[in-house]
């Protein structure tokens, strides 16, 4: 966008300028209206009108500039830049990075640029961040003064200042990949492809900057095998479908492979002495011996547990031990998993309903239908997402009365 101004404007101070004050634009109005459906054609088209503005002031437009200004006065604003789908995906991009800038605290970044970029609520941020909604409002509101005080610029970072951005922009697409996965706002869709689609669309274009990094290529990964599922997910009644009951010939195998490739990708570079996996390389493998197999039957347990081992190594959280609980059942029975779950997890994830879904499966497993009821109740009391309450519903009224 900045060159396409400046060359015409035949000024790049100027094009700079707009371009920073239509970001600018962008944070104020954004989470008020919504994120615009062609978010790259609106900060052209609001460029357009500040560098009109400020060549209007300075009064020294020369004849290309004159021919310029008349030309963007008739362009609507919603009407596509003229740099064309490249020019969005820049701008997309520029705004995701801007948002991730590492003046702002990790936490601000992820909850601005999920608002920004994302076009999330700031109830589904929240439910992300597992934090009360006046919290995350005041991250929000003190990312963007932020972002105005330190008159942070609107643009991707030169190869040298990405690293330092990268983890902050991952974390990001990832939340909105899963909120798009099992949204938990009151959507008609309980899954919901558009976000799942441009978080994919993000990370390739991340990727394109940074090929050899490993995290960027297992996020990837990552979202290309979960989102090769999608389709089989939701059944037609609108209950989520449990993994182990998925139509797996409904399944997308071109992501499959594409996802199987990529982590296959990193394995050789790890086993050539490379740097050890992160969490979404070991997440991506995961996904890969779920996705390896046509029968859940025949699914490799055994490997899912030792990956959950590296990645508590990494990433030690409640809902990390959580999901190896629930692999250790599949392995040494439900007992011994619902045992771990309650000695180390039950305080911690209290109010997340992941964890009372799992404990009414796995005591519904070990037959006691009392208990797992109460705890069919306490998931279905915090889940948000209508599919996975239809699930839990039927299942905790298969169990009959008490």
């Known amino acids: ?61 020369d004849d290309k500039q004159k021919e310029a200004v008349a030309l963007a006065e008739i362009q609507g604003p919603d009407e596509p830049s003229l740099d064309g789908c490249s020019a969005i995906e820049d701008d997309r991009l520029r705004l995701l990075f801007t948002c991730c800038h ?19 609520t700031v109830p589904e941020i929240s439910s992300a961040f597992l934090v009360q909604e006046t919290t995350m409002g005041q991250r ?39 909120e798009g996965y099992l949204s938990s706002g009151d959507h008609e869709n309980a899954v919901r492809g558009d ?41 037609a009644t609108g209950e989520l479908v ?50 390896s197999v046509r029968d859940a039957r025949d699914t490799d347990w055994s490997q899912i547990v030792a990956l959950y081992d590296q990645m508590i190594r990494v990433d030690p959280s409640p809902i990390v031990r959580l999901n190896r609980a629930i692999a250790v059942a599949e392995m040494d029975g439900p007992e011994v998993a619902l045992a771990e779950i ?14 009372h879904a799992t404990r009414a499966d796995l005591l519904r497993r070990l037959g006691r239908s009392n208990d797992s009821r109460a705890a069919y109740d306490r998931a279905i009391e915090l889940a948000e997402n209508s599919a996975e309450i239809a699930l839990l519903t039927r299942r905790r009224d298969q169990l009959g009365p008490s």
Request: proline share 6%.
């Open 195 to 235: 976000l799942t689609g441009e978080a994919i669309r993000l990370t390739r274009l991340v990727r394109a900057l940074l090929p050899e990094d490993g995290e960027v290529a297992g996020l990837l990964a990552l979202m290309l095998l979960i989102e090769a599922r999608r389709t089989a997910r939701v059944s």
């Open 102 to 120: 590492p003046a702002l605290a990790p936490e601000a970044r992820i909850a601005l640029t999920l608002r920004m970029v994302g076009g999330l």
């Open 140 to 178: 929000i509101t003190r990312a963007k003064n932020k972002i105005k005080a330190a008159h942070i610029p609107y643009r991707v970072p030169e190869a040298t200042d990405l690293p330092e951005r990268v983890s902050g922009v991952l974390a990001v697409l990832f939340l909105v990949f899963n």
């Open 242 to 291: 449990r993994l182990d009951e998925q139509d797996r010939g409904a399944w997308d195998l071109g992501l499959i492979a594409e996802g199987h490739a990529l982590v296959r990708e990193r394995l050789a570079v790890v086993a050539n002495g490379g740097p050890r996996p992160g969490r979404y390389q070991i997440l991506a493998a995961i996904n890969a011996v779920h996705t």
């Open 342 to 355: 309650d000695r180390h997890l039950g305080p911690s994830l209290d109010d997340y309903h992941a964890l």
């Open 1 to 61: 966008m900045v060159a396409s101004l400046a060359r015409r404007f035949g000024d790049l101070s100027i094009a700079e300028d707009a371009a920073a004050e239509a970001f600018m634009v962008a944070v104020e109005r954004w989470p008020l209206d919504g994120v615009p459906p062609n978010p790259g054609a609106w900060l052209t088209t609001t460029a357009n009108r500040r560098a009109i503005d400020r060549i209007r002031r300075e009064s020294k437009r």
